[in-house]
């Protein structure tokens, strides 16, 4: 089956879509029975393109959700097609009768999706919520003038306050993508104009690579150390959260003076082993 695609302005898509005859009540009928009973795909082709000046139509009503009306349109689009299979020309209403909830549902849980990357309509009641609330709140401004508190909204829905809150403070917050265009004709996005005060990728490669060559050096420095000097080093220099000179001495029997000794000694050792730690091991020996 094809559709015409929403390409180009929206002025010239409708153009293309006034082409197709809206159907008579009896024409639509024969389609849909061709559809059903043959799988016939030109009659159900037909059925489709005589309607989408309605999913245009509906797709207005939700413009102001800050999404393109041609994306809306494209998936409105959708839920028709998906109406014609599914519709039964037998029952006894016009198929847009029937195809106009489907055409809804495909527009709404695309504005759902596209709304934020965490889920704000998780249950049928808050994806009814979140389309019912803009509308509820301008009903109620353009009856008193001044903005409606949420238990207000509240008891014009039949929800509580706190569900009105809730859902108020996830539509007041969008999500943005970073690679999205700051404007639809422009070749700059968002990504652009982030400001970063870290270091560029070359100083942090060089800074990386001067780390890992420090450790290796650092790693061989200590295989020359003793095992009481490699534990204090390990354990009092090298740790997040260095032990004391007690600690150690506890450890190894020893009195607090001679574990601040035995560190001197290995502090030194280090500073012989990689020179360019000389400087560094002097100030912590003092």
């Known amino acids: 089956m094809e559709v015409p695609a929403v390409t180009g302005t929206l002025d010239l898509y409708m153009a ?26 030109e009659a159900a082709e037909k059925l489709v393109v005589s309607n989408l000046r309605f999913v245009v139509k509906i797709s207005h009503e939700y413009r102001n959700y800050g999404l393109k009306l041609a994306d809306l ?8 097609m998906h ?12 198929l847009i009768s029937y195809a106009v909830w489907w055409i809804r549902a495909y527009i709404q849980n695309y504005i759902i ?28 401004e353009s009856l008193s003038e001044k903005r409606p508190e ?6 014009t829905l039949g929800v509580r306050p706190e569900e009105i809150e809730e859902m108020d403070i996830r539509m007041g917050s969008r999500d943005l993508s970073l690679d999205a265009h700051v404007i639809d004709d422009g070749e700059a996005t968002h990504m652009d ?28 420095a200590l295989a020359k150390l003793n095992e009481k000097e ?15 000179l007690q600690a150690i001495g506890d450890r190894y029997h020893i009195t607090r003076e001679r574990a601040r000794q035995i560190e001197k000694q290995a502090l030194r050792k280090l500073g012989l082993a990689i020179p360019s730690l000389g400087g560094e091991t002097k100030l912590l020996e003092g």
């Open 150 to 155: 949420f238990a207000e909204i509240a008891a």
């Open 16 to 41: 293309e879509i006034s082409r197709f005859p809206i159907l008579t009540a009896e024409e639509e009928f024969r389609l849909a029975v061709q559809l059903v009973k043959y799988n016939d795909m």
């Open 113 to 140: 999706k596209s709304w934020s990357l965490v889920k704000i309509g998780t249950t049928q009641a808050q994806r009814k919520l979140f389309f019912k609330l803009s509308q509820a709140r301008k009903k109620l």
């Open 230 to 244: 490699s534990f204090i080093i390990r354990n009092r220099v090298m740790a997040d959260n260095p032990l004391t």
């Open 193 to 220: 104009y982030l400001m970063y005060d870290g270091e560029d990728q070359e100083t942090a490669l060089i800074r990386k690579e001067e780390m890992a060559l420090v450790q290796h050096n650092i790693a061989g």
């Open 83 to 94: 109406a014609v299979r599914k519709f039964d020309p037998y029952k006894g209403y016009r």
């Open 73 to 80: 349109v494209q998936e409105g689009n959708i839920g028709l």
